[in-house]
């Protein structure tokens, strides 16, 4: 008899399952999970080794695709998915109809496998949790909870809309740095550009005179013969510092120090944390409205909050819920952030000479506000947790949205400073040496 491998959430307690269990086929291994208390969110079978290399083609219709399935791709899907379902067409028609319609990829592969999981028994969540490259547990668990309460067009609504104002307010962020981004690097190139092929010109002239050289115009010759001697870590020394932060947050600990200084650095640190609050605070409404118990909400809040701190917290609120305490206390009491070395290093590097005392003065402060605190309180009390929860993340979009033009707007006048900086320096140092020259010729 074959060996199913599954995964499971406990309807009793929310916790998740992981076991075996053994079934002629899969119907009656999903038939004796369910009879446990469970619901399924994966199952396999064990295959040998012969199994494997029988099964080793694809199937009719997949392609070969690498990665994940883009945000605005899903949202599409799952917009169109609603429409269908409101209309009143059965699931597995529907799910045929947008999967003729994507491009060859992920998506169309996952659709395609979720329609054959639905002919052979599975239900609509069980199908597309088998995806999870497509389908993520988020998704898959408001799919389950609209299986579960018979209004799945409800919740594919409601999931829609959630998808599209995170990808809108997504987009605005990316949107907003785009120009700042964009100015940078062209200014890099025509300064590189200068100190390359401009100044080594203007040193000859110099050298062929053989005046003594004022200090601005010797430190410009001196940067540059760095750059045309070292040119090549202009664009390895971003790379390197990229991975050397990749290879830092590989270990947990330090992770956690880099995610908490993108919480606390001067300016940026305030769109980060309301980004993560918006979408956190979105998510959890979202999951509660629909109907999935609060201990499973936080996990999958959890894994989608993109931040360490974040994960502590709300993975620290589970547990006091678990004990028996309200949601509000714990948020309060663990959103306060311990005290990290990785984090304070960062500080240092970024701000040399006063790093360790910003940090000191800063990290004690709470990622979440009374704000939330106050409005999470009052949805317990008045059991509309969800709605109070939507209204946290609309306020938070609106300031994110606010703050991403503040700083848009100062990042203009701050670059255009900047390069006028750096060319007036550049021109002024050539032009010393040579009105001196044109003196003393005259």
């Not at 999970?33 to 064990?46: E, F, L, P």
């Not at 999981?117 to 599975?122: R, Y």
């Not at 809108?168 to 949107?175: E, M, T």
């Not at 981004?181 to 080594?200: D, E, K, Q, R």
């Amino acid at each position: 008899m074959p060996t199913y491998q599954f995964e499971a959430i406990d309807a009793a307690t929310g916790k998740e399952i992981r076991d075996t269990v053994d079934a002629a086929n899969e119907l009656e291994a999903q038939a004796t999970i369910r009879s446990m208390g469970y619901m399924v969110t994966k199952i396999k079978a064990r295959k040998g080794k012969a199994a494997v290399a029988a099964s080793g083609g694809r199937k009719p219709g997949r392609t070969f695709a690498i990665g994940g399935v883009k945000g605005k791709d899903l949202t599409l899907f799952t917009r169109q998915l609603s429409i269908l379902q409101d209309a009143g067409l059965p699931i597995l028609r529907s799910l045929k109809i947008l999967a003729d319609m994507q491009k060859p990829g992920r998506l169309k592969n996952s659709l395609l496998d979720t329609c054959d999981e639905i002919e052979s028994g599975s239900t609509l969540s069980e199908a597309m949790s088998k995806s999870p490259k497509a389908f993520d547990r988020l998704y898959c668990n408001m799919i389950r909870a609209g299986e579960a309460g018979g209004a799945l067009e409800v919740i594919l609504r409601r999931l829609a809309e959630f998808m599209e104002r995170s990808e809108a307010l997504k987009r605005k962020v990316k949107g907003a740095l785009v120009y700042p981004v964009v100015v940078v690097m062209v200014a890099v190139g025509i300064l590189a550009y200068i100190m390359i092929s401009i100044v080594p010109q203007f040193k000859k002239i110099f050298d062929d005179f053989g005046s003594e050289l004022p200090p601005m115009t010797q430190t410009l010759i001196n940067i540059s013969n760095l750059t045309v001697n070292y040119w090549y870590l202009i664009p390895l020394l971003p790379i390197g510092f990229v991975l050397i932060i990749k290879a830092i947050k590989l270990i947990p600990y330090g992770r956690f120090g880099w995610d908490l200084f993108l919480l606390k650095v001067i300016i940026f640190g305030q769109l980060v944390e309301k980004n993560i609050l918006s979408r956190s605070t979105r998510t959890l409404g979202t999951l509660l409205s629909s109907g999935v118990p609060i201990l499973e909400a936080l996990n999958i809040t959890k894994e989608t909050s993109g931040n360490m701190m974040f994960e502590r917290l709300f993975q620290k609120t589970s547990d006091a819920i678990r004990d028996g305490e309200a949601i509000a206390k714990p948020l309060k009491a663990y959103s306060i952030p311990p005290f990290n070395v990785v984090s304070m290093l960062f500080w240092t590097v970024f701000f040399p000479g006063i790093g360790a005392l910003l940090y000191l003065t800063r990290y004690k402060s709470p990622v979440v506000d009374d704000l939330v605190i106050n409005m999470v309180d009052v949805g317990e009390e008045s059991g509309e947790l969800d709605t109070m929860l939507y209204k946290v993340s609309d306020t938070y979009d609106e300031e994110v949205a606010v703050l991403t033009e503040s700083l848009t707007s100062l990042m203009e006048p701050l670059l255009i400073i900047f390069l006028g900086g750096a060319v007036g320096f550049i021109v002024i140092a050539l032009f010393m040496p040579l009105i001196k020259l044109i003196n003393d010729l005259s």
